[in-house]
């Protein structure tokens, strides 16, 4: 409700939501993501009415929403960017049925508002952040104000659901009438998630890293889904006055830069963008990843963490993905999958380039020839293996020494977990043979 665009219009408006069956019908019944975003969709009706406006909700596709709603008089459609592929799709289809007006809401620049001297856009990260950095000083923080808006007369009760063969039923507005079952989230309010990061924000840099800190904002998921406006965050940090607050900006305008990147190179969302080895296809290795069953202590306990929380350290999605990509050999498209369906920030510009960066096939990768050793950096970031033990309980009575010693790992039985799949080493230099040859 606040700090939006889209409420700032000051015109006769139609606010709507629609639950997109061609998202829905791919998920799991018992997705987080669902849960938590009918959760705010219902906050969101019930803040809309208490201020004059309402919110009708459909379950349909976006097309069969609109193929409804044209015939009755609508003359423009205003929404929030949205630059993956099938967004874009979606977007366009629409737009040939009626006006179509894109706010830009959900990132800090426009794609073509940070572009290199001759008009390309940057590839590389350290001068697109020197040029947003300049641009950032005068960027216009100020919040939308809520305008006077008056609500075009509509049947606002329940969901509207619409078919595959366009029959239209009303239900009632809970999670179940979606096919979903209602997961208990713990959500808390995104201001004070700021005003908690106030705390750390200074050791920030230093502590980040650490996987059994809570060193970072934890915004990723009110980002991802607009529970809180990238110019409040701004706004924030631009505020806090004798605090050390580079770090975080610079992380903040990561995720611009990969959905910049996304947005002038639609391929990058399932092709390399360089080398052309994309891994070799293994069920069985994809199969013992997936369930946190390496033998790998770091990486199994990320993974189980994944699918406890639907989260991940920023650590250790980086140990993961280079486990993943380089000492497993799989295709990175499989492990942006597995990610895309588990995480809550789940974000597709952010998960692609990351995994690309990973598996050293992006646009500005990390290099090809290095290959994160696991167990190095357990030993770095959870030397007590706390966050290890945390996620991977039949580890618990091993010595945390031991958790970061694949020798140890590989040569002793432990009840109930696996010997490691590959080794390390081996692993590594057959990677980094694949890729020298591509
Ligand atoms: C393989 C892999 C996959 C990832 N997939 C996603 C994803 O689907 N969605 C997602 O939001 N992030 C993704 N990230 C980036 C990062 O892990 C998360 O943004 C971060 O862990 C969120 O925690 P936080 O909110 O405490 O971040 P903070 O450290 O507090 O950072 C502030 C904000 O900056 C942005 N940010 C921080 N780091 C990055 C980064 N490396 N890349 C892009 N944006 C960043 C996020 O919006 C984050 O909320 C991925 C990283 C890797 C290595």
Redesign the pocket.
């Known amino acids: 409700m606040e700090d939006n665009p889209l409420l700032s219009l000051d015109d006769e408006v139609l606010p709507i939501f629609i639950f997109d069956t061609n998202i829905l019908d791919k998920l799991q019944k018992e997705d987080r993501r669902v849960s938590y975003i009918f959760h705010f969709v219902h906050k969101l009706k019930q803040d809309l009415s208490a201020c004059g406006l309402d919110l009708k909700i459909f379950y349909a596709s976006p097309e069969a929403a609109f193929e409804y709603l044209i015939p009755q008089g609508m003359d423009e459609v205003v929404a929030c960017e949205d630059y993956d592929n099938y967004a874009k799709e979606r977007d366009l289809k629409i737009s040939h049925k009626i006006h179509f007006r894109y706010i830009k809401d959900t990132y800090i620049f426009k794609p073509n508002e940070v572009l290199k001297e001759d008009g390309t856009p940057y590839l590389v990260f350290t001068p697109f952040y020197k040029k947003v950095r300049v641009l950032l000083e005068n960027k216009n923080r100020d919040a939308f104000k809520l305008a006077q808006n008056t609500l075009i007369d509509e049947d606002y009760e329940g969901i509207t659901k619409i078919d595959a063969n366009g029959v239209v039923t009303k239900l009632p507005l809970s999670l179940e009438s979606l096919g979903f079952e209602k997961i208990e989230l713990n959500i808390k309010n995104p201001h004070a998630k700021l005003e908690d990061?106030k705390k750390y924000i200074n050791d920030?840099k230093q502590k980040?890293d650490f996987l059994n800190e809570d060193a970072?904002?934890?915004?990723?998921?009110d980002?991802?889904f607009g529970t809180i406006s990238t110019r409040a965050v701004l706004r924030f940090v631009f505020d806090l006055k004798g605090y050390d607050t580079e770090p975080?900006i610079r992380?903040?305008v990561?995720?611009d830069f990969?959905a910049y990147l996304l947005f002038h190179m639609p391929r990058i969302e399932s092709q390399n963008y360089r080398y052309s080895f994309n891994g070799i296809e293994d069920n069985q290795k994809f199969e013992a990843f997936c369930k946190g069953q390496t033998g790998v202590p770091i990486v199994d306990a990320g993974v189980r963490e994944l699918l406890k929380t639907g989260a991940?350290?920023?650590r250790v999605?980086?140990v993961?993905?280079s486990f993943f990509t380089k000492d497993l050999l799989l295709p990175w498209q499989w492990?942006e999958k597995f990610?895309?369906e588990h995480?809550m920030?789940?974000?597709?510009a952010?998960?692609v380039?990351?995994?690309q960066?990973?598996a050293g096939t992006g646009v500005d990768p990390q290099p090809y020839f290095r290959v994160f050793n696991p167990y190095l950096q357990s030993k770095k970031f959870d030397k007590d293996a706390k966050y290890i033990k945390r996620f991977c309980p039949e580890l618990g009575h091993v010595e945390a020494k031991y958790l970061h010693d694949e020798n140890y790992l590989f040569n002793n039985f432990i009840q109930g977990y696996p010997k490691p799949i590959v080794i390390y080493k081996t692993a590594s230099k057959i990677a980094i043979e694949y890729y020298k040859k591509s």
């Not at 970072?216 to 998921?221: A, H, K, P």
């Not at 920030?345 to 597709?348: A, L, S």
Request: no cysteine.
């Open positions: 990061f920030y980040r970072g904002s934890n915004l990723s998921v980002l991802r975080f992380q903040l990561f995720r990969y991940m350290h920023n999605r980086m993961v993905a492990g990610f895309a995480l920030d789940f974000d597709k952010s998960n380039l990351s995994w960066w990973s």
